[in-house]
């Protein structure tokens, strides 16, 4: 059974042939629609929304006090320290951008990130990871090691294995030779909780659209030293206290880098996301999420001409996402048959992480099945049948020839 229902739970879509069926949505990891607990909040508070901190009426106040309790509830999910500042950002990407804007020195990064904790550092020193995480560690000390850095960057999970990082351990390192760390928690917020007082980071980018809230917004949760000593993100209204003809007195974190008219219903989603995720509790999602993600490689690690995406031998730990390769069929032709013909949604490509994919993968692109709190065993062994038939005999001949009446 699914943990918690997703606003998507009853779509049945178009197959090839004219039949409908239940749509098996494994592309959580892309965006996740969002929980029904989510949906019905943001519908309760619409009639709410209304300008926040300047409007002096009954709804301002209540949207003022939506926004902020919301950033606070973001803040205590991820174990914000009191004095950390938590920037209400548009996403995962948004919040590292805005973090490089602040770093004063070098970023040491490794090569198995996602483009979005890859290409905002501008003065971006790339480690490429080794097939151990101990030895990818010993890389990552040799690096910093060699000269200073004030920022070690890295991802709490991969969005295209799934390996998860033993972050106490990357921070430690990081702080050993005097950097900071920042972790792009876009992956494995929507899975585990993560603290990052008790886990010693410093910096933490998530995303509200991967964690089945929609209206994109995201933090940046960290240290406010940097963020209060830099540029203001965004110029605009919000951020400043002052402002003549030719001088600005600029806000601290967070409205320093919040100008402009906030995403109010955004933060109230990703705020009651979360809530939900605390009353699911962490044994049951990660039960859940484990046992899905076992069937689905069960099922799929005998399939001749499949191979999966690994890249730490010694990887313990992996949130719900599984990405293979196949030796003789095009992904991208596989990925559009689970679609056509069997109502599956799957992600084809290299995944926004190209150095990563290239090292990793013997083919061009891959194919990532992602799973969470809306999938059941039934959307597995779907999917684990649909692969298995498209492998085995092939996409069905109308598709490949485009007709048939489904239309992308
Ligand atoms: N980091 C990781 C690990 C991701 O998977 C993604 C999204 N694919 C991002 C960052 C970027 O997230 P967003 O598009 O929400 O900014």
Redesign the pocket.
Known sequence: EPLATLTDAALDVPVLGGARVRHVNLDL??SAPALDAVARRVVDVLPWYSSVHRGSGYPSIVSTDLLESSRDVVGRHVGARSDDTVVITR????SLNLLASAVPGDVVVLDIE?H??LLPWRSRRVVVGRSTINETLDALRAELASRPAALLAV?AAS?VTGEVLPLERFAALAHEHGARIAV?G??FVPHRRIDIAETGIDYLAV?G??AYAPFGA?VLVGRRDWLDAAPAYLAGGGAVDTVTADAVSWKRSPERHEAGTPNVLGIVAFAAALVEFESLGEERRGAHERALRERLLTGIRSLDGVRVLGGFDDATDAVGIVTIELTSLSVGLVAAALAAEHGIAVRAGRF?AHPFFDRIATRRNGLRASIGLGTSSDDVDRFVDALTSIVTSGPRAEYARGADGWHP
């Open positions: 990891a892309a996403n995962t990407t948004d996602h979005a904790n991802t969005n792009d876009a992956q995303s659209h991967k995201g926004c």
